[in-house]
């Protein structure tokens, strides 16, 4: 079975600037979630859908981050405008239990390397 | 935010030798989860352990888990090279879904 899918892998640019990232989770996955990875950090959590709606999006910066997942299927993560403290890998996962269950084990793509200078 | 705190930050060892970190949380949790990070690739899942379980065997990995002292453990025998990487450990809360992650340990396996 294919894993999590994700591009571009790196992408450098200027503040102010905006940027997309796209994932593509393991197909039948209802649950997809966005992570932000500060070098030397853990993973934080973004954004949860189930399907294609919205469970958590807490730790959203919503002024300047919004994600979408049109259909239930492929996401989208932008910034806009980005500032220095966005650097960072983007790490996108999915897990399989339709209702979102606790405790389903997430599947991580290889993560989008974003360095704003 | 960040649950807790893996000890050591960094730990170096020969080839052969068994290597344990520790993790630390704040909350009332459903399971703990370890995930293994190497250079500049995604993480992989290693082993989930539930709240009401105490430990937990996967090939060469020992997870252990104790509720009252907010604690886990994460033990590789008999290490290899290959095992050097990145090493979290992350908790689902009590109540929500999504994962927690830890500051990690970074395993250096000297051949």
């Known amino acids: 079975e294919a894993g999590v899918a994700q591009s571009p892998r790196y992408k450098i640019i200027e503040k102010r600037q905006s940027v997309a990232f796209w994932c593509n989770p393991i197909?039948?996955?209802?649950?997809l979630y966005w992570y932000q990875q500060i070098l030397g950090q853990g993973p934080k959590l973004l954004i949860q859908?189930?399907?294609?709606?919205?469970?958590?999006d807490s730790q959203l910066p919503k002024d300047r981050f919004s994600a979408e997942r049109l259909k239930g299927v492929d996401s989208t993560l932008k910034i806009q405008p980005a500032k220095l403290e966005d650097s960072a890998v983007y790490l996108c996962?999915?897990?399989?239990?339709?209702?979102?269950?606790?405790?389903?084990?997430?599947?991580f793509g290889p993560g989008t390397r974003l360095t704003v200078l | 935010s960040q649950q807790g705190e893996e000890d050591p930050q960094a730990l170096s060892i020969q080839e052969g030798e068994n290597a344990t970190m520790n993790c630390s949380y704040k909350?009332?949790?459903?399971?703990l989860q370890w995930y293994r990070q190497n250079s500049g690739r995604g993480l992989v899942h290693l082993i989930l352990?539930?709240?009401?379980?105490r430990e937990k065997h996967s090939g060469r990995l020992r997870v252990t888990l104790d509720t009252s002292k907010k604690s886990s453990s994460l033990l590789i025998t008999a290490s290899r090279a290959a095992d050097t990487a990145s090493y979290f450990c992350?908790?689902?809360?009590?109540?929500?879904?999504?994962?927690?992650f830890g500051s990690g340990t970074r395993l250096q396996v000297q051949p």
């Open positions: 996962a999915s897990s399989s239990k339709k209702q979102g269950n606790i405790g389903d084990t997430q599947y």
């Open positions: 197909s039948g996955h209802a649950t």
């Open positions: 859908f189930q399907n294609n709606g919205v469970v958590d």
């Open positions: 909350t009332s949790i459903n399971n």
């Open positions: 352990i539930r709240s009401n379980e």
């Open positions: 992350a908790t689902v809360d009590t109540g929500r879904r999504a994962l927690t």
